[in-house]
Every structure is written in C-alpha cells, then in structure tokens.
C-alpha cells in the first residue's frame, strides 16, 4: 500500500467507520458538505401506504410522536437496509425495500399498482420514483420533511481520495474545488453519476453503505 494516502470524506463518519481508516495508517480528513435539517410539514392526507426514501426522511418524521402510532398502522416502502431497520426499530412494518429508489419504483408499479402511497423525502429529490408513479397513474402524494443545505468548502490540501455518500455532496464540493486526479469512491450509481461529466476516476461501492465505501477504499489501495 502507498504511503501518506490523503482521505477525504464529504460527510462526518462516525468514530469505528474512521478507525478502519486509522488502522490502515491513511491519512484521513472530514468535512460535512451537506448539512440535513428537518422541515414542519403537515399530514393532512396519509395514504395507505407509505414510502420512506432514506434515513433522513425516517428521522425526520419521527420527530412528530403524535404521528407515529397512525402511521405505524400502515405498511412500509423504503430505499436502502438501513432506513428499514430504523424503521422496524420504531414499530414500522416494512413491506418491500430496495437499496435503489428506481428498483423500489419498478417493484410498486408492477405489484402494488392499485395501491395508494404518502412518499416522505426530501426537498432535493431523485425524479426516477414519483416520475414512475404518475407514469403508471398511482395515487400518491408527497410530503417533503426535510431540507438538504449544502455547505461549500475550498479544500487546501494535497487529496488522493475522495469519499461522496450524495449527489448533493457532490455539487456543493464542486461549487469550490475541482477534481482532477483524484480516485471517487461513491457510494452508489446515483451519486457515480453526478461525476461522470467530472473525472473517470470512479469507485462505486458494492453495497450502498458507508461501511462498503470504506471498503471499496481499503482494498483499492492494497492493490497498489
């Protein structure tokens, strides 16, 4: 493995995720480019489904207790292991998650076509999903409960690796640096493809998680 491999996360990782890093003698750098904050949002009309595109959305909404026990009694769509194992964790029954929303998509409109959802997301959202519902004329609605801010950033030091857990991380990194030879480590194809027009130097985790991220790092560099 090279010596002195420079890391950047565009998010905070929690303290076990950053020793894996540490253990390997990287040199390793965090900065949030994206901060999360939850909105008010009014739920006038729950439908009798629910989706949940990510963590956020879960955390979010949960934040209104008074909710919970109603919602509770619907079944779950999610995007991603981890947002459904927060959401069983909270007496939510998941039906169906996928780690990718077009894969959630083509699963809702091909088996539970005649089904009405509430899709929870945030205010910078993927079109794939709802663009796929009203294409098959599903009845939803969508309530927005948080917003994604982003944080630009001038990064001054020498960086080998780049780790992007978003496309919002994405933009807002590129609103003040530039990528040139730098290796990209996504963790996922939607994140990827915000890059694409940037660099060819790109890593997409085998699993969508933070943990395969680091991974995909660990052993890209072994190699070398």
Do not use: W
Not at 20 to 45: G, H, N, R, T, V
Not at 61 to 89: D, H, M, R, S
Not at 192 to 200: G, I, P, Q, S, V
Request: aromatic share 10%; proline share 3%; charged share 25%.
């Amino acid at each position: 493995m090279p010596n002195s491999i420079n890391i950047l996360s565009t998010k905070t990782l929690l303290q076990n995720q950053k020793q894996l890093f540490l253990d390997k003698k990287f040199c390793f750098a965090e900065k949030d480019f994206i901060q999360i904050k939850s909105k008010d949002f009014e739920a006038k009309l729950i439908n009798d489904n629910l989706i949940f595109s990510s963590q956020n959305t879960v955390e979010s909404v949960l934040k209104y207790p008074e909710l919970i026990p109603e919602l509770q009694k619907k079944n779950a769509f999610c995007v991603g292991l981890k947002t459904k194992a927060l959401l069983e964790k909270n007496g939510f029954k998941v039906l169906v998650y996928k780690e990718y929303s077009t894969d959630l998509a083509e699963i809702i409109t091909s088996i539970y076509c005649a089904e009405s959802f509430t899709f929870f997301c945030g205010n910078i959202r993927r079109d794939e999903l709802p663009n796929m519902l009203i294409k098959n004329n599903i009845t939803f609605n969508e309530i927005v409960v948080y917003e994604t801010i982003l944080k630009p950033y001038k990064i001054e030091q020498k960086i080998d690796a780049l780790l992007f857990f978003s496309p919002s991380a994405v933009n807002s990194y590129l609103e003040s640096n530039k990528i040139t030879n730098e290796i990209c480590f996504c963790i996922g194809t939607t994140t990827a493809k915000a890059l694409e027009n940037r660099t060819k130097n790109i890593v997409i985790a085998s699993q969508p998680t933070v943990e395969n991220v680091i991974n995909e790092v660990i052993h890209y560099y072994k190699r070398l």
